[in-house]
């Protein structure tokens, strides 16, 4: 009896080890309406951001040299997600990240749904509306970042050279001042229309024209609509507030 307890008790800890070894190598997250989203950093890929347009002129980028058998996916101007050997990753990371021109170098994320994200030097915030003005730039001031864009849904803020936009983005949540802070993240989203299986959806012209036939012969005009169909494609909402 003694021999199993034992040997239960070994079996546990082992399991707690496994767990926690687990969580050790996913424990990269962002916020998202306030629970912590769990990232799995890809082992072969970076984002890098450069200070200025560098595209339409790649060999003005430094370690142009060593990028040259690198498979390089640009999303801007100066933003770009190159794919490097796994073996070789760390290194190449802590060396373009030296080069005077390189504003960020991260890791390319992935969630539990397999969407792969891309961070930058940029994160989104709203902050409460009554959090005082004061408290706003106090909390800027802090962490040395800089606002990008201010309007009324988000501020777009941008952090030092060197700084982690993670770390950052949930500093601010966790700061109990704002509604949402997450990185600005860099995705590819894949639009899948949502129509509704109503047979009466057919008739709400204003949804979705297609010109169809909806009464005394009248038909509507193709694309006079609020293109809902689109925006579902996009977010369906749901009933919470």
Sequence with gaps: MKNRYILFTVLLLCIAAIMSFTR????????AYGEKVYLNEQDNRLVVRYNQGKKSDRKQISLFSKLADKLIEWKDDSTCIITVDASERDVFKDEISKQTDVKSCNPVYSI????EMGVTDEFLVKFHENVPQAEIEKLHRKFGVKVVKTCELYQLIKVPVGGNVLEIANKYQESGLTRFSQP???CDVELHQVV?????????FSLNNTGQVFTDDHSGT????IDAPEAWALTQGNSMS
């Design 184 to 186: 600005n993240f860099i």
């Design 222 to 225: 193709i694309d006079a609509d």
């Design 196 to 204: 509704p299986n109503d047979p009466y959806f057919i008739n709400q």
């Design 24 to 31: 050790s190598n996913n424990s990269s997250f962002y916020y």
């Design 112 to 115: 539990n749904t397999g969407l």
